[in-house]
């Protein structure tokens, strides 16, 4: 089993960068794969980035690809994601998800561990 705690969300200006991070508890870290994804209101949540246990493999949505970048850092048991050019439709609740897998998942219902999630506000 895995906890995950997500930080590094704000209120940010369009154009600038922010980096969210995923801390993991549990000594399996490195078995799963993680994921990305956000939420905003009144809208499904919907997958982000997705990278595989090893890091090896990295997944992107079409509306984020070329602008954020996904990490996974075994040793230190955390996985980031690293935002630029942020736009106001990136405004959402952010969450990380977990799953011992060894390919990268795109559907929210693939991933049994997730955490509380971070606020990311980007205004125009």
């Not at 954020?68 to 106001?88: G, R």
């Not at 969450?95 to 390919?103: F, G, K, M, N, V």
């Amino acid at each position: 089993q895995v906890q995950l705690v997500e930080s590094g969300g704000g209120l940010v200006q369009a154009g600038d960068s922010l980096r969210l991070s995923c801390a993991a508890s549990g000594r399996t870290f490195s078995t799963y794969s993680m994921g990305w994804f956000r939420q905003a209101p009144g809208k499904e949540r919907e997958f982000v980035a997705g990278i595989s246990w090893s890091g090896g493999r990295t997944y992107y949505a079409d509306s984020v690809k070329g602008r954020f970048t996904i990490s996974k850092d075994n040793a230190k048991n955390t996985v980031y994601l690293q935002m630029t050019s942020l736009k106001p439709e990136d405004t959402a609740v952010y969450y990380c998800a977990a799953e011992r897998t060894l390919t990268v998942l795109t559907e929210p219902l693939s991933y049994d561990y997730w955490g509380q999630g971070t606020q990311v506000t980007v205004s125009s």
